[in-house]
């Protein structure tokens, strides 16, 4: 992956996705760098963008990059010279190996401006009240979807939650991750005698009765960027779905596996046997391009 920065604020530039396939590598960088400094339209507040040129994955959409990058469809759709507005464009499977200008404010990873705990309370039990620290409006979804498991199951054990992040952000432990506080971790819900303590669930021990509901309410607030789960419980968890009745296309939409299809929501990603992992977007990181 290549890297490019500058200090940009608001800008358009048409082409880019088409100079990028034909120039890969250090030409692509150098021509978007170009292309930018020609169409800078105006600058907001001296704001620091990083710009990445990335290569599609089979699979791969506008949405499934913005998800990725902590972005937005429109501003990927913009500086690459197509219509934020045409929702097959945004939504439709891109060309695997084209090379995309991606553009991310570069703090967005780092830190975070604002930021509260999540406590123990109704329907969670926050493990390491060190790092469990997240973005406001991170914390209140949270809040208000663990409140919410609670009313509907009264009797059963709370969430386990991991980490989020320490208070500011930044790096914690061995965690690639969790440094802005967009992302928390998960315990799976067990079907019989939930541990107090993190433990690893054998797949036929987890409730993925709870684990559905939890995951379809917090999909339902519209802020969950991506959800990381291992393919064996994810498979399980799609065919609990489709059982009890939900919709073949959102399944479809929601699940990696079975299957292969790199820009569902519920991806996989190494290390997530005892937990799933939930980004959110970050909407007061999210750029706003203009043409």
């Known amino acids: 992956m290549l890297l490019v920065s500058l200090w940009l604020g608001g800008l358009g530039v048409p082409g880019t996705a088409e100079a990028a396939h034909k120039r890969s590598g250090v030409k692509a960088t150098e021509r978007a760098r170009k292309a930018h400094r020609r169409h800078v339209a105006h600058r907001r507040g001296g704001k620091p963008i990083r710009l990445e040129v990335t290569k599609v994955r089979p699979g ?20 690459n010279g197509l219509d934020p507005t045409d929702t097959i ?30 406590r123990s309370g109704e329907g969670v039990d926050a493990l390491h009240p060190e790092r469990s620290y997240g973005r406001p409006e991170v914390v209140l979804h949270l ?12 009797d059963a054990h709370p969430a386990l939650v991991g980490s989020l992040s320490k208070p500011g952000g930044g790096r914690i432990g061995h965690h690639k991750s969790h440094r802005a506080g967009r992302d928390v971790d998960i315990g799976y819900y067990w079907k019989h005698g939930q541990p107090e303590q993190w433990g690893r669930p054998r797949v036929d021990e987890i409730d993925y009765e709870r684990v559905w509901v939890l995951i379809d309410l917090l999909q339902r607030t519209g802020h969950v960027g991506a959800i990381y789960m291992a393919p064996g419980i994810q498979t399980r968890l799609h065919a609990w779905a489709s059982k009890h009745g939900v919709e073949k296309s959102r399944l479809d939409r929601m699940f990696q596996y079975p299957g292969h299809r ?26 706003e391009l203009s043409s």
């Open 89 to 118: 464009a945004v939504r439709d499977a891109l060309q695997p190996g084209l090379s995309i200008v991606v553009p991310i404010r570069t703090r967005a990873a780092l830190g975070m401006r604002k930021w509260v705990a999540l």
């Open 143 to 154: 809040t208000k979807t663990f409140a919410r498991m609670a009313t509907l199951y009264p």
């Open 60 to 79: 791969d959409t506008l949405e499934a990059l913005a998800y990725r990058f902590c972005t937005s469809p429109d501003a990927i759709a913009r500086v």
């Open 262 to 287: 790199p820009g569902a929501l519920i991806r996989h990603e190494p290390g997530h046997a005892d937990h799933f992992h939930v980004r959110f977007e970050c909407p007061d990181d999210v750029i």
